[in-house]
């Protein structure tokens, strides 16, 4: 018996490499889903791994980095904030590190 396929309608899903009850140390929305800035989550807007080991959405983080009162701190533990990108592509791992500072005035 020979079969032919004549449609193939393929479904494919994704899913940051975090532990699924993770959520934004800002917004408190899980990871998969998507921060108040965006509409659709994904590379438009990476994830953020602090030094210190708490995670954020990028504009959460970008938000909270260019309030005054900030100071360049951890929102959850107010240590320096220095990055880790966890922006996954489909080979590997970024490793590159951010360095952010507040803007004084």
Not at 57 to 64: A, I, R
Not at 86 to 101: D, F, P, Q
């Amino acid at each position: 018996m020979k079969v032919t396929i004549k449609e193939w309608n393929a479904v494919a899903t994704w899913r940051w490499d975090m532990p699924d009850d993770e959520v934004c140390g800002i917004c408190r929305v899980q990871f998969d889903g998507t921060c108040p800035t965006c509409k659709f989550p994904g590379d438009d807007c990476s994830l953020l791994l602090g030094k210190c080991g708490h995670s954020f959405h990028m504009h959460c983080l970008m938000t909270w980095i260019q309030q005054e009162s900030s100071k360049g701190l951890c929102p959850m533990c107010r240590q320096s904030m220095s990055l880790m990108s966890l922006h996954l592509s489909t080979s590997a791992k970024s490793g590159c590190r951010i360095r952010v500072e507040a803007k004084r005035r």
